[in-house]
């Protein structure tokens, strides 16, 4: 069975770094891209990148490059979306998703709730 | 970027109304469209990949139609547990961007 299993909630203070994570399982992860998409409190589903596990190749959305940054772990089937000084309108519901072969997220995380407060 | 135009932003209809969701592309994106469903306080789903292919597990009412830049999400039926907001994605180019999303309410 494939999973999309993620970091637990995060509270963090403005200026603070942060790293979480989305671990596959159930498939060959290096075969597949991982994507992140967050969700702002009462509103739409926004792309902030993708990743292929095999090589790491990335490609962010203008939106959120030079904001955020998208590794993965091969050895350990983990994707990260970490950010090195976090603002209160960081703020949010953040997703990890699957392509796999030519089918866009088909599988997702169940969320990590990120929540940036003084 | 490509913009992606949903309607309505949201509806309200009964159980067993058919109901139609649109999507239009800004440019041209062959069917690299998805259209997923998403209830409150739970990661989306995946109903339709491909503009008009159904996902393994979705149920046949749920059907997807278009190519290039006009696409229609349709629920033929509308059962209980349709109620949710519906989002479309485009993954043709980057960045791939998703509609504003579609609230279906119960009238």
């Known amino acids: 069975e494939v999973q999309l299993v993620q970091s637990g909630a995060e509270v963090k203070k403005p200026g603070e770094s942060l790293k979480i994570s989305c671990k596959g399982s159930?498939?060959?992860?290096?075969?597949?891209?991982i994507g992140w998409v967050r969700q702002m409190p009462g509103k739409g589903l926004e792309w902030m990148g993708i990743i292929y596990a095999g090589d790491s190749d990335t490609r962010y959305s203008p939106s959120f490059q030079g904001q955020v940054t998208i590794s993965a772990d091969k050895s350990i089937s983990t994707a990260y979306l970490q950010w090195s000084s976090l603002k209160a309108s960081d703020s949010a519901m953040y997703y990890c998703?699957?392509?796999?072969?030519?089918?866009?997220?088909?599988?997702w995380g169940q969320g990590t709730l990120v929540t940036v407060s003084s | 970027a490509i913009q992606m135009t949903q309607s309505p932003s949201s509806l309200s209809a009964s159980v067993g109304d058919r109901v139609t969701i649109t999507c239009r592309a800004s440019q041209g994106i062959r069917d690299d469209l998805g259209w997923f469903q998403q209830k409150p306080g739970k990661a989306p789903k995946l109903l339709i990949y491909?503009?008009?292919s159904l996902q393994s597990g979705v149920p046949s009412r749920f059907s997807g139609s278009g190519s290039g830049t006009d696409f229609t999400l349709t629920i033929s039926s509308l059962q209980p547990e349709d109620f949710a907001t519906y989002y479309c994605l485009q993954h043709y180019n980057y960045p791939w961007t998703f509609g504003q999303g579609t609230k279906v309410e119960i009238k």
């Open positions: 998703a699957r392509l796999s072969n030519g089918v866009c997220f088909d599988h």
């Open positions: 491909a503009a008009s």
């Open positions: 159930g498939y060959s992860f290096t075969n597949d891209w």
